[in-house]
């Protein structure tokens, strides 16, 4: 089984800087590309990062030069580091990881539960 834990959320004021913390249960090195999702109220689950096993990240273009994905393998952790951050980025934070399977020729989805950050005055 595969077991992803966010933490790191909470209530921050605009222009603030949160850091989110994904620890898996198991070597992050199996999996394709760890990733950081995000659901705003009224709005469909999206990506915002994505760092693949070869450490190259990708970002959606509202947190470009706002946010630093970036991952330890020691630590079976991925981080997101979230800077300037603003109102529009309240959102509940989902970790993904993306695991490949060879015997469907698919990516296989693993979510954690979710970590609200709040930017608020």
Known sequence: QVQLVESGGGLVQPGGSLRLS??????????NTM????????????????ITRGDI????????????ISRQNAKNTVFLQMNSLKPEDTAVYYCNAK???????AETDYWGQGTQVTVSS
Not at 23 to 28: E, F, L, P, V
Not at 61 to 68: A, E, H, Y
Not at 99 to 105: R, Y
């Open 22 to 31: 994904c620890a898996a249960s198991g070597s992050i090195t199996r999996f």
């Open 57 to 68: 990240p990708n970002y959606a273009d509202s947190v470009k030069g706002r946010f630093l």
């Open 35 to 50: 990733a950081w999702y995000r659901q705003r109220p009224g709005k469909e689950r999206e990506l915002v990062a994505g």
């Open 99 to 105: 695991l490949w399977k060879p015997v469907i020729s």
